[in-house]
């Protein structure tokens, strides 16, 4: 297993478009760090299902967060989803 560049426990970290790609990515390997994520995507769907899964397999808290990040409301929203 490779070594972690960083110690992330205990800390929570939301990575916008985090359903599939580069943002996935980013959110796997802060889980694997450690830290437990939001996973946010533009509308429900079955890759941030599956990428809350795979983080919460790494033993880590995950939770989803489907949002328009061009509608006005955006950003109210999240920040009342993660409180």
């Known amino acids: 297993m ?11 970290a939301l990575v916008t478009g985090s359903s599939r790609g580069i943002g996935r ?3 796997l390997g802060l889980a694997r760090c450690g830290a437990d994520v939001a996973v946010h995507s533009v509308g429900p769907s079955e890759n941030a299902r599956s990428a809350v ?10 939770f989803a967060i489907p949002q328009d990040l061009q509608a006005p409301e955006a950003a109210g929203n999240i920040f009342a989803a993660l409180e």
């Open 2 to 12: 490779p070594m972690e560049l960083f110690d992330l426990t205990g800390k929570r």
């Open 25 to 27: 990515a980013l959110a």
């Open 53 to 62: 899964a795979e983080i919460t397999a790494l033993g880590r808290e995950a």
